[in-house]
T-cell receptor, first 113, second 113 residues
Framework: QQQVRQSPQSLTVWEGETAILNCSYE??????FPWYQQFPGEGPALLIS?????DKKEDGRFTIFFNKREKKLSLHITDSQPGDSATYFC????????????FGTGTTVSVSP | DPKIIQKPKYLVAVTGSEKILICEQY?????MYWYRQSAKKPLEFMFS???????DNQTASSRFQPQSSKKNHLDLQITALKPDDSATYFC????????????FGPGTRLLVL
């Protein structure tokens, strides 16, 4: 049973558009949600993260919106650039759940110039 | 200079053999991890170590054994290799505490024939 779900599986946007990536989770004890960006042949790299006490986190063109009641969050990439083409993973952890990050299946974003 | 080194980058093994995946981190972190990424499953947490002690183990099989000879080393020994073990194995590290940012290495891509 997948604890962290992501949609869509893949997404294509034009340069300058906003890409919206969705994530949902089941475990109500999850309280930390990092998003990782991964390019082919490389390891994942932290992009932005949010804790469950907040409903929004912004870092440049990347914004996380968090809805604790619905157990959903989304990553918005505004003014998408071709360099943003990558796979994005939503992850979650619970403070009492050890140090494990539970990853979703990822969303592959392609930005067309 | 790369802060997390994984060796080798690629590895081909025959079924039933044994291999060791090397990980060294130069971030001064006290916690290290192993994750696995395959075509069939998302990034999957395997182990976490803190100050060279095993903290979390979510790998059901005893064929996977982490080894920490130094504070900044966490190798992964895999015995009796199976084709299903084919995956990319990522080492990660973090400062120490729960929900500190985890930084990932470039991965070792293992193919078991």
């Amino acid at each position: 049973q997948q604890q962290v779900r992501q949609s869509p599986q893949s997404l294509t946007v034009w340069e300058g558009e906003t890409a919206i990536l969705n994530c949902s989770y089941e475990d109500s004890t999850f309280n930390y949600f990092p998003w990782y960006q991964q390019f082919p042949g490389e390891g994942p790299a932290l992009l932005i993260s949010i804790r469950s006490v907040s409903d929004k986190k912004e870092d440049g063109r990347f914004t996380i919106f968090f809805n604790k009641r619905e157990k959903k969050l989304s990553l918005h990439i505004t003014d998408s650039q071709p360099g943003d083409s990558a796979t994005y993973f939503c992850a979650a952890s619970a403070y009492q759940g050890g140090r494990a990050l539970i990853f979703g299946t990822g969303t592959t974003v392609s930005v067309s110039p | 200079d790369p802060k997390i080194i994984q060796k080798p980058k690629y590895l081909v093994a025959v079924t039933g053999s044994e291999k060791i995946l090397i990980c060294e981190q130069y971030l001064g972190h006290n916690a290290m991890y192993w994750y696995r990424q395959s075509a069939k499953k998302p990034l999957e947490f395997m182990f976490s170590y803190s100050y060279q002690k095993l903290m979390d183990n979510q790998t059901a099989s005893s064929r996977f054994q982490p080894q920490s000879s130094k504070k900044n080393h966490l190798d992964l020994q895999i015995t009796a290799l199976k084709p299903d073990d084919s995956a990319t194995y990522f080492c990660a590290s973090s400062q120490q505490g729960y929900q500190d940012t985890q930084y990932f290495g470039p991965g070792t891509r293992l193919l078991v024939l």
